[in-house]
């Protein structure tokens, strides 16, 4: 009789203690830090300023085609202008250690004829070239169908820093909006600020994008 009474304790406890590792989980990163760039407005006017670091400023009017200056945020005028922002990022936030670090850009294709072949390149600028990519990839995941074109894995490929008007939709029409949302390595985030001492996350948009706003979500213990 007492061997029933300990096994039904025991089976009956099971479920308590699972609930109670689950609860532990879910606690252990607590703290939660958002940073805001742009306002989130659905893309109303007047555009929203950036404010890129000093060395995403340089990269951006070195890889713009000619005619084709960077854009501001909600700027939905022809394609092909290069997006570019950074956060400014507080190493008090960071370099105590970090659990996970979100990106979320809010944005819509200009309605180019190519814009699935656009990336999105974050790091430190100019990126691959003399700086830091923590992540890089297309806008869409895949690229375009059956023709992808160049990899993104260079954010100074030939179709950035080309010096003639691509064959877009001279008056182009405005794509469904996304919400990307990037993970980004919390070690190499902290690495970034803590070890390398940079201060600012500099996030590209290549360069058929009309961006309404992002946010960088920070969880820590």
């Known amino acids: 009789m007492k061997k029933i009474i300990w096994w039904l304790l025991a089976v009956l406890s099971l479920p308590v203690a699972a609930q109670v590792r689950i609860d532990t989980a879910q606690h252990r990163c607590p703290t939660v830090i958002v940073y805001e760039a742009g306002v989130a407005d659905n893309f109303a006017l007047p555009a929203d300023a950036v404010h890129p670091s000093l060395a995403l400023d340089a990269f951006l009017q070195a890889t713009a085609i000619p005619g084709y200056p960077p854009v501001a945020y909600d700027e939905n005028g022809n394609c092909d202008h290069h997006f570019g922002?950074?956060?400014?990022?507080?190493?008090?936030?960071?370099?105590?250690?970090?659990?996970?670090?979100?990106?979320?850009?809010?944005?819509?294709?200009?309605?180019?004829?190519?814009?699935?072949?656009?990336?999105?390149?974050?790091?430190?600028?100019?990126?691959?070239?003399?700086?830091?990519?923590?992540?890089?990839?297309?806008?869409?995941?895949?690229?375009?169908?059956?023709?992808?074109?160049?990899?993104?894995?260079?954010?100074?490929?030939?179709?950035?820093?080309?010096?003639?008007?691509?064959?877009?939709?001279?008056?182009?029409?405005?794509?469904?909006?996304?919400v990307k949302k990037i993970e980004l390595d919390p070690r190499k985030l902290e690495e970034l600020v803590c070890e390398r001492h940079i201060r600012y996350l500099d996030v590209y948009v290549q360069d058929d994008q009309i961006v309404d706003s992002m946010r960088l979500v920070i969880t820590k213990p």
Do not use: H
Not at 99 to 120: F, K, V, W, Y
Not at 133 to 145: I, K, R
């Open 85 to 178: 922002d950074s956060f400014k990022i507080d190493s008090c936030n960071i370099c105590c250690g970090i659990c996970s670090a979100t990106l979320e850009i809010t944005m819509r294709g200009c309605g180019g004829s190519i814009e699935c072949n656009d990336s999105i390149t974050v790091g430190q600028a100019p990126f691959n070239t003399g700086g830091v990519v923590l992540w890089n990839g297309y806008v869409n995941g895949t690229g375009c169908p059956n023709d992808p074109g160049p990899s993104p894995v260079n954010p100074t490929r030939p179709d950035v820093a080309s010096t003639t008007r691509r064959p877009d939709n001279p008056t182009p029409s405005a794509s469904p909006v996304i």
